[in-house]
């Protein structure tokens, strides 16, 4: 893929910031007036272009904010989570954990459900959850848990929380832009994601699609001055403009991401590109004796977590390392009880450079069963 690979940027196989095109990198070479005619079009452009990737244009708001993606999660607890509701997370990974963290961190009423790590949320649980404690008022899951690249079943637990008429708030930071979100079919208070994910972007902003309705209701929520979604979309809607300096090559970067998505063939392309990415990944890796750690039946084409081999020759750091020497950045795994690591399949990337990346493992894994590595601990 275009990704100019032969420059100074290496590949990035992991879960965020990615690998990006050249042509989005190329618009952040100017200045804009964050109050100018000029960036107020590239703001409302943006916020429209992120609505209709999910359906959301009727219905949700889209209300970036300043940040990465933990900002936008925070700022999303914190703005509709009022002092009377209470908050249930599902948990079945690290990203799950830290949107607990910070409803305790807001002292907001929370309660959690936990899976383990290699297995789906199960909404039949959930189901009896709801029913047990009516004071829950609100239901938040990570869509994809990016820590292993699991994905969770949205549309059933839509069904769940709909049926027990709670809000239901998605953290889809890895999955908004290619896996199905539709705010038409599927009833969501507030979808979360970020530039530098799914959508190709780069990094510095998140925002979340927020129904009309719910934001309308959390005025006065947030304590926090700039994490206030309500003030910040009220920013908008007053006069186009952000309340505090916007990341405009960010914004710039995001707008030229979206229209390439667009030109893409939108969603359903993007995933069945990071699918062709994942089957090749999966395939070599398969060959050369590396185990996927979760089943086929809960893997997203997200992002690939492998069990680190038992052999002598393997050493994750010199892996690791060999592979950065030759332009390609992998990531630790992130489990709390395996030991493994992983490789994104997202980002400006096509089974092109997941070939160019199999041949490298195999150089590497040659020259590390050849020569003497140093002790295993
Ligand atoms: C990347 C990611 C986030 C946000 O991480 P930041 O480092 O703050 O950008 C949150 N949730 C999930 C599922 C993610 O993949």
Redesign the pocket.
């Known amino acids: 893929m275009n990704n100019d690979s032969r420059s100074d940027s290496p590949i990035l196989l992991t879960?965020?910031p990615l690998t990006t095109r050249p042509e989005i990198r190329r618009t952040m070479l100017r200045d804009w007036g964050s109050r100018d005619k000029a960036f107020i079009a590239l703001t409302a452009e943006m916020r429209q272009r992120l609505l209709a990737v999910a359906q959301g244009e009727d219905s949700h708001a889209a209300v970036p904010l300043q940040g990465?993606?933990?900002?936008i999660?925070e700022a999303t607890i914190g703005t509709l989570i009022g002092p009377t509701d209470k908050l249930l997370v599902l948990i079945n990974g690290a990203?799950g954990e830290?949107m607990l963290t910070i409803a305790q961190r807001l002292k907001r009423c929370v309660t959690l459900l936990r899976w383990p790590e290699d297995q789906a949320i199960d909404p039949a649980r959930v189901d009896h959850a709801l029913a047990d404690d009516p004071a829950i008022t609100h239901v938040a899951v990570?869509?994809?848990?990016?820590t292993t690249g699991l994905l969770n079943p949205l549309e059933a637990l839509a069904a769940v929380t709909t049926h027990r008429k709670r809000a239901l708030l998605v953290?889809a930071?890895?999955s908004f832009g290619a896996l199905p979100i539709n705010l038409r079919q599927t009833a969501i208070a507030a979808v979360m994601a970020?530039s530098?994910?799914c959508l190709e972007g780069v990094?510095g902003l998140?925002f979340a699609l927020i129904e009309k309705k719910a934001l309308e209701a959390a005025r006065g929520n947030n304590a926090s001055l700039s994490l206030d979604l309500h003030e910040q979309c009220r920013g908008f809607e007053a006069n186009g403009q952000w309340r505090f300096t916007p990341p405009v090559q960010v914004v710039a970067a995001l707008v030229e991401a979206l229209r390439t998505l667009e030109n893409e063939g939108g969603p359903s392309a993007r995933l069945r590109r990071y699918q062709d990415n994942f089957d090749t990944l999966a395939a070599g890796m398969a060959a050369m004796g590396f185990r996927l750690y979760l089943s086929p039946a809960v893997q997203a084409p997200i992002i690939a977590t492998f069990w680190q081999p038992d052999a002598a020759w393997f050493d994750f750091a010199s892996f690791y390392d060999m592979l950065a020497t030759r332009g390609f950045l992998i990531y630790p795994g992130k489990l709390s009880h395996a030991n493994t690591f992983r490789i994104g399949c997202i980002g400006a990337l096509d089974r092109n450079d997941y070939q160019r990346l199999l041949v490298t493992i195999g150089d590497i894994k040659r020259e590390l069963e050849t020569t003497p590595v140093r002790p295993r601990v």
Do not use: A, I, L, Q
Not at 68 to 71: A, D, L, P, W
């Open positions: 879960p965020g990465s993606g933990t900002f999660v990203y830290r990570v869509h994809c848990e990016t953290d930071m890895s970020s530098n994910k990094p998140g």
